[in-house]
């Protein structure tokens, strides 16, 4: 198997859902007798020996072209590097994850997953130009993402958004979560919430700290952990910073940066909630995370959320732009013991559809019917 995908440069604190999800279904494919990975990674390959000891036979970087922009370079220079390397893998299938665009699908069975919607994910980056790089994202991925015969949708959110580009047959797996979360010892600390995402205007950080600024009223010894890259927008985690001291949140939350994955995992079994108010996902590592490990989740009904967390059952669903109803949310939460154990305990039964091995041999069986129908 050849895989196309974004590995972390840092596999001890890897950052992004697609990193993230691509290791843990690196890992469970490792596992399964008979494979053989190939990886093909965009990245500047630092984290190749652990990929080559412990789940690939072999890791290939395919380098960005520094003076091309990146979705140029895509289609152009970057797919000529991965489709050299293909012509000297012969893989029986190959699986790219995320960038319809590594390569031309007709070439070679191919499957491709959808983990991201980029054009949504650029309306709330910071820069200019932010319609028209949407506009060429959409256009250019749109066009390749119609050529794959097979593709892997996370969510429904993805063929609501995508139908009308995707051709091929859909097959609906999720994102794997790393089989540790399963296990995780619960030593919840009272009224700590936590936030697992990068800092940066989609994941609504100001909308976080007023709904925090609002808990306090009733929750005064409220923790609030903010766990996520801190250097994807740095003039935003200044505004952010600043609004701490402005809203008299100092001493009740924290910017941590980016964690470990035992860091991550440490985290959750402290908190008594996880909270992502995000303005756009499609389906977040974080939520999977928390369910799997038993922590209640307040999280934005936007995406794909809804397919992952039950309101009012393993959590609830939130407008991001209401900052008195996250707050409400969390606050039902710390004060209701009962009811938090019992959303943990519902999310973490609704998670195993997300065990590695399970996402490992629906994907194993993706390959199987793709060299069928060839």
């Known amino acids: 198997m050849a895989i196309i995908t974004h590995l972390p440069d840092n596999v001890v604190a890897p950052a992004g859902g697609v990193a993230v999800g691509s290791m843990a279904l690196l890992r469970g494919l490792a596992r399964r007798p008979n494979v053989e990975l190939h990886v093909l990674t965009d990245r500047s390959c630092r984290a190749a020996p652990y990929y080559l000891d412990a789940l690939a036979s072999k890791v290939y970087p395919v380098h960005p072209t520094p003076w091309l922009p990146g979705i140029l370079d895509c289609v152009t220079l970057q797919r000529k590097r991965v489709e050299r390397y293909l012509e000297e893998i012969e893989p029986d299938i190959v699986h790219v994850q995320g960038n319809a665009c590594w390569i031309h699908p007709k070439r070679w069975p191919a499957v491709l997953t959808i983990r991201g919607i980029p054009e949504r994910d650029v309306l709330f980056s910071p820069g200019p ?125 924290r910017f941590l940066g980016n964690l470990s994955r035992e860091e991550v995992m440490c985290e959750l079994a402290e908190a008594a909630c ?10 977040p590592m974080a939520v999977a995370e928390a369910m799997a490990a038993g922590v209640p989740v307040v999280a934005s009904d936007v995406g794909g959320v809804a397919d992952m967390v039950r309101d009012g059952e393993t959590g609830y669903l939130i407008d991001p732009s209401r900052p008195d109803m996250i707050a409400d949310r969390i606050e039902r939460i710390l004060m209701d013991p009962d009811l938090a154990g019992r959303f943990g305990r519902t999310a973490k039964e609704k998670a195993m559809v997300q065990h590695p091995d399970r996402v490992a041999e629906q994907t194993l069986e993706v390959y199987r019917r793709v060299l069928e129908m060839r």
């Open 129 to 253: 130009l932010r319609r028209f790089r949407s506009l060429m994202i959409r256009m250019i991925q749109g066009r390749d993402r119609s050529r794959y015969d097979h593709i892997i949708a996370i969510s429904s959110y993805v063929e609501k958004q995508l139908g009308g580009q995707l051709r091929g047959c859909i097959y609906h797996i999720p994102n794997p979560v790393e089989v540790g979360f399963y296990t995780l010892p619960r030593r919840t600390v009272p009224n700590r919430v936590l936030l697992l995402g990068m800092i940066i205007p989609l994941k609504n950080i100001h909308g976080l700290l007023e709904a925090a600024r609002i808990v306090c009223e009733s929750v005064p010894s409220l923790s609030l952990h903010l766990a996520g890259a801190l250097d994807r927008a740095p003039a935003y985690y200044e505004k952010m910073c600043g609004l701490l001291k402005e809203y008299g949140l100092d001493g009740q939350a």
């Open 274 to 283: 996880l909270v992502l108010p995000s303005f756009q996902e499609n389906l």
